[in-house]
């Protein structure tokens, strides 16, 4: 049975996992664990930028950002994590700054920084210049630089291993199980601390701006072990997906001026939030977008607007939104440069996940008592600093934020030694190898028929709007699912890159991150941020001003939803007006 031992092992090479490495490499052994070979992670997707209050282009304050994120995220935002967040935002840029990454510059030579949605001057006076950003990849900049740190700081890749259990021992996490695509092995990782950056679940629904690998894995497998899941009925529907696949066309391109039309050639935002306009935050626009195809008047009639960047001119176009616009060009044949671009609402972030607390530790319950060892951070944590619905750019910087002090944490814990490796049970892969052998001789359907059932129950049932109604037939429909994926089976029986073994073990991930969200969102009726019920249309302080933890039963199902009071620090809950 392979076996391995390190001081730290890190599931996940996205930004947040070598956010996490870099911290514990120089003096530690580190593993990271990764499905995907590092520079495929989904940050290398990220569009727009990364919010720092630099102040580079106009004045700006960390507390201004601080307030922000807590507005935007419908005051469901820990206020505490919400100023951590702001505050070492901005050492955590200059960080990736001093590695090397190739920021776009002002003319004197300092960090760039453009506009995004609900990032505001003066709390709340109108857009400021926030986001730092290197053209319209971001993102793809950030994994290359740190990916190259790692490699020079000896952190050790295992890549196109997919993690299937947390070993807890004694109350702490001591390892994780791991099965190798390339020989379908299954290997054992001993370690004194363990991180899960494992990022999101947007191929739960049809229309996603999420690349394949995003399916949940790490929630799931921290949902399997007991630990509860935060918040899940919070997830971002972006606003400008291409119409009808979902890929994304970056905020940047609002904040650099794009429009938003309707049928009649109306820029509608005014009319919804005349302060913000296009740069209102993600469900408010999102939101708005449906109820404009609703009352008809949608492009032709059909579910989609325009996005127009006409007017920002060839050269703008070029120089700061060079990607975004090949997408439209290969995706829909349709030139920016001269015609809008039609796009839908599409699934993007996860704003709920595993709960830890400001420094990365995973918490059990309501009372934040830690799992010692286990720590996580990026999309697949809910620390929680988007609340209910979060800002553009805040999502890179949560990685880097939150990835640093987990592995900061970490290594406070292994330099005081309260942190040590565990006596391993000899069945540790027990789980994982039963796991794949129910697979190998399963009998019923292949795992497409039920993902695509499940995507199309998700997209219609607990999309952008929701009712009682929609959200009990889509439980029913998740639960019935459920139960057809223990009987799944395979055509491919091999062992070397059997991807088809690796979608059926991804789609139980996804399936239990469905779970979750639907009996979170049924549970909750109020509209706050990105949860929106139309037979609630209110948010609800009295009763819903609180996380939701949902813990899952020894054999499927959502046994119990917990709720955990919100920290406020600074910002008492208002309406949140534009
Ligand atoms: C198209 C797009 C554009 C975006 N643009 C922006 C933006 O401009 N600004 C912003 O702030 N945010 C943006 N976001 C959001 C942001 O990019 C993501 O939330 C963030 O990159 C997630 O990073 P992560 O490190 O948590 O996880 P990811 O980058 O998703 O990485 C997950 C890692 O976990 C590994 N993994 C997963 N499961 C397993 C498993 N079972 N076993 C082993 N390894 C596993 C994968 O291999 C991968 O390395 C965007 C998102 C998308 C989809």
Redesign the pocket.
Known sequence: MPYHKFDVVI???????LMAAMQLSHKYSVAV????Y?TR???G??????AAALGNQEEDHWQWHMFDTVKGGDYLVDQDAAEVLAREAIDAIYDLEHWGLPFNRTADGKIDQRRFGGHTRNFGEGPVMRSCYAADR??HMILQTMFQQSVKNQVQFFNE???TDLIITGGRASGVV?YSIRDGDVHTFSAKAVVF????Y?RAWRIT???L??TG??MSIAYRSGIPLEDMEFYQFHPTGIYHVGV?L?EAARGEGAYLLNNEGERFMMRYTPSLQELAPRDIVSRSIVQEIREGRGIDGQDYVYLDIRHLGAEKIREKLPDITDFARTYLRIEPITDPVPIQPTA??AMGGIPTNIDGQVILDEKNTPLPGFYAA???ACVSVHGANRL??????D?IVFGRRAGKHIAKMLDSGELDYAELPANADERTKQMISRIRAGSGEHAETIREEMRDVMTEMCGVMRTEDKLQQCGAKIAELQARYQNISIMDKSSSFNTEMMEAIELGYVLDCAEATVESAAARKESRGGHFREDYPTRDDKQFLSHTLAYRKDDGGVKELRYKPVVITEFQPKERKY
């Open positions: 599931v996940g090479s996205g930004g947040a996992g664990v990764s499905k995907l590092p992670s989904h940050t997707a990220a569009q727009g930028g990364v971001t993102g291993f997919l993690a791991a950056a494992t990022g999101g947007g701006s999420n690349a690998a995003c894995d790490g994304l970056s993007h972030y990026g999309e697949a553009g750019t805040n999502s890179l910087v990685l």
